[in-house]
């Protein structure tokens, strides 16, 4: 059974950069057949995707987000990185990591989630 | 961008009931990529429907998908106790990738 979870400072100051980390276990990270996704839910409300990495580096960011998102692949630890940058307010969220499914367009395994709050 | 709109935001039932929750989509979506899951309180989603209507691992038969185009359906055909929860459709294709739906929330009568 793949697990996925996810770890990083639960609060940020406004302005400086959110990091994330993703450890997949029960499964590899650099199977081609899967993309590695973050997303994200602010309290009470709906889901955003923020973003996913490929096991060969490759990348794709939800363009409003493009501007502030870097996700990159770690293959020999099996993990994967959220990183956004000048947050604010708004970015205060649960943050997901989830497993893509290549053929399906779907996600099939997320991780417990962790809420990270920007505030000084 | 394609926007899923999904009615109603809120429905009161009582167990034992059958319940179809909608998903539209402003622009036609590939029925291949368009998935269900539910939250519950405090948990991740969980992945229920993919491909529009194909039941996920473990997912019992009494949730089924159905439609293509720009109308989607999540039916649950009794509903069980551990049901009510929020339920969210999600398309795979348009910019950005992947898009959520603002969740249709399932409450006891």
């Known amino acids: 059974q793949v697990q996925l979870q996810e770890s990083g400072p639960g609060l940020v100051k406004p302005s400086e950069t959110l990091s994330l980390t993703c450890t997949v276990s029960g499964g590899s990270v650099s199977s081609g057949s899967y993309y590695w996704s973050w997303i994200r839910q602010p309290p009470g409300k709906g889901l955003e995707w923020i973003g996913y990495v490929y096991y060969t580096g490759s990348t794709n960011y939800n363009p409003s987000l493009k501007s502030r998102v870097t996700i990159s692949v770690d293959t020999s630890k099996n993990q994967f990185s959220l990183k956004l940058s000048s947050v604010t307010a708004a970015d205060t969220a649960v943050y997901y990591c989830?497993?893509?499914?290549?053929?399906?367009?779907?996600?099939?395994?997320w991780g417990q989630g962790t809420l990270v709050t920007v505030s000084s | 961008e394609i926007v899923l709109t999904q009615s109603p935001g809120t429905l009161s039932l009582s167990p034992g009931e059958r319940v179809s929750l909608s998903c539209r989509a402003s622009q036609s979506a590939s029925s291949s990529y368009l998935a269900w899951y539910q939250q519950k309180p405090g948990q991740a989603p969980r992945l229920l429907i993919y491909?529009?209507?194909s039941r996920a691992t473990g997912i019992p038969d009494r949730f089924s998908g159905s439609g293509s185009g720009t109308d989607f359906t999540l039916t649950i055909s009794r509903l069980e106790p551990e049901d009510f929860a929020v339920y969210y459709c999600q398309q795979y294709g348009g910019s950005p990738l992947y898009t959520f739906g603002q969740g249709t929330k399932l409450e006891i009568k």
């Open positions: 491909g529009a209507s």
């Open positions: 989830a497993r893509g499914s290549y053929f399906g367009g779907c996600f099939d395994f």
